[in-house]
Structure formats: structure tokens, C-alpha cells
């Protein structure tokens, strides 16, 4: 009779644990499919802007390209701040606006680049990433101590960034790009980990949404930052 309770009661445990596997699939699936149309969003932007000479002249002829700039890291931090606030319709608006900002501000890239080396560029970081994030998704391995090393690196490597502004050194931009790549591409994996450390299987549907949003802003900018750092050493400028 005990055997019997005994082989329900796995029966029912097992189920329920299966229905939370499915329904992380299902929210990683979302975090991923958010990331990759903002980054389609933003290589479509980028290109439409850097192939009307109107658009480049006027983004990066003027102080508007400032703003195209900034603007970004401004609804980073919006976002950051107020996403338990907002609607999740909210949020979802503000990340494809943040998206077609970035597709802007990016298409410096196809000026100072060649095009080709920006596909193969573009291609090389999908792959790393793609493998960083899996084994980030997949380890069993606890990555809060190595997340919390990463994010004191990208603050020595902002603060780097800075300097090297007025120093203009090539040597400590090689250095700085080399930072960038090892640390994204460690940052790639920890923040898939932790979130799917997010995902809670009670989330009603506004908050599942908010979190697969800020799931896909939080791994668009480790690519787009991983992918920026590598094109430093596999880019091809156009003056060369």
C-alpha cells in the first residue's frame, strides 16, 4: 500500500517538474526570440542610415550624434529602474525603441568597415555566443562569484574607455578590446545563467514578459558589446 503512495507521489512530482521544464523552454525561447529581432532591428536600421548619405550626414554630421548616442544607455537605465513599475506593453515598446536607437548609432560601423568583414564579424560573434550561452544554460556550475569578478572588469574597462578618450593610445586600445572581448563573452554566460535563474513558473503573464524583456536587453548587449570589441581585431576598415 506504501508502494503504492510512494509510485503516485513520484508520478505527480515528476509531472510537475516537467511542466516547469517546458515552461522554462518556453520563456528562455522568448528571452532569445525578444534578442534576436532587436538585433535584426538594429542591422536593418544601421544600414538603411549608413545608405542614405541625408541620414549619416545628418546623425553624424550634426551634435544630433550625441544623442544617438546617449539615448541608448538613457533606456538602459530607464528600463533598469522602472521595469517592476511599467506595463509590460511598456516595456516591450521601449526595447524595440532602444533596438532602432542602436541600429543608429551602429552604423558608424559600415562607415569605418568594409562590409564584409562586418558579416563575417557579425557571423563568428552569433557562434561564440551562441556556445557561451548554451554552456552558461547547460552548467551546473554556480556563476555568482565569476559574475561578480566580470562586472568589477567592465567597470575597470568603462573607466579605461574613458581615459583612453584623451590619451588616444593604440596600444591601450588593443588592450581595451581584449578586455572587452574576455569579458562579454564571460558575461554572455553568466547572465544566461542567471536568467534562467529568473524564471519562476507562478509568473502571471505581465511579469513573465517584463523578465523575458530584460532577459533579451540584458544578452542584446553582452552580442552587441561582444561583437564591437571583436571587430576591432577582425575589422576591415575601408580606409586601409
Known sequence: MAFGTDRKYMTRTQSEAAEIDVGLRQYMLRVYNYMASGLALTGIVAMLVASNETMT??????????????APLGFVFFMSFKIETMKASTAQTLFWVFAALMGASLASVFLVFTGESVARTFFITAAAFAGLSLWGYTTKKNLSAFGTFLVM???????????????????????????????????TAYDTQRIKEMYWHLDGGEVAVKKAVMGALTLYLDFINLFTFLLQFLGVRRDE
Open 57 to 70: 550626414q545628418l546623425i553624424f554630421g550634426t551634435p544630433l550624434k550625441w544623442v544617438v548616442m546617449l
Open 153 to 187: 572588469g567592465l567597470i575597470g574597462l568603462m573607466i579605461a574607455m574613458v581615459v583612453n578618450i584623451f590619451l588616444q593610445s593604440a596600444m591601450m586600445q588593443f588592450v581595451i578590446s581584449a578586455a572587452g572581448v574576455l569579458i562579454f563573452a564571460g558575461l
